[in-house]
């Protein structure tokens, strides 16, 4: 992928110390698929990032690009540094909630279009190439997943409406 220059909003590596942001780059980029393309895992983590604090201040569940939640995960496995971040950020701890295959299909490109505007509304810029696929068309551990809405409980009826 090319290098992409953001526009002139907020992005996300700014709601995290440089080290941890830099922590976080390093994980995804010796870890995941995206081995090795650091430019790439910098991008994932800062839409990581945003995507996390449009879903602390949204009402609706947002669900992420399959790309942006390889970020996600990364960041939910440092539960310490996650839970301290959601505290700071959300007020909340922010719930990786993955659908049930049980569950009815989701409304995919409802989801994107959505979660897409939180992100632009909280007032950060949207790397579009990241955000291609339709939004939660595929969790990283290959099921849907999205965040936990207005409620912040993975128990309540909220969790990815159509």
């Known amino acids: 992928m090319t290098a992409v220059a953001l526009e002139a909003a907020n992005t996300g590596r700014f709601l995290v110390r440089p080290a941890l942001f830099d922590w976080l780059v390093d994980r995804v980029a010796a870890d995941t698929e ?15 990032l945003a995507f996390l604090a449009a879903s602390a201040t949204s009402p609706r569940t947002l669900a992420p690009s399959r790309l942006v939640d390889v970020g996600w995960h990364t960041f939910l496995l440092h539960t310490r540094e996650y839970a301290a971040w959601c505290d700071q950020v ?10 049930d295959p049980a569950d009815a299909p989701i409304d995919a490109v409802a989801a994107r279009a959505r979660t897409l505007t939180a992100i632009t509304e909280a007032g950060y810029a949207v790397d579009t190439e990241l955000w291609r696929e339709v939004a939660s068309t595929s969790c990283a551990d290959k099921g849907d997943c999205s965040a936990s809405g207005e409620d912040g409980n993975e128990n309540q009826d909220t969790r990815i409406p159509n």
């Open 34 to 48: 995206v081995a090795g393309d650091r430019d790439l895992a910098t991008r994932i983590v800062d839409q990581a």
């Open 90 to 99: 959300a007020g909340r701890f922010l719930h990786h909630i993955p659908a």
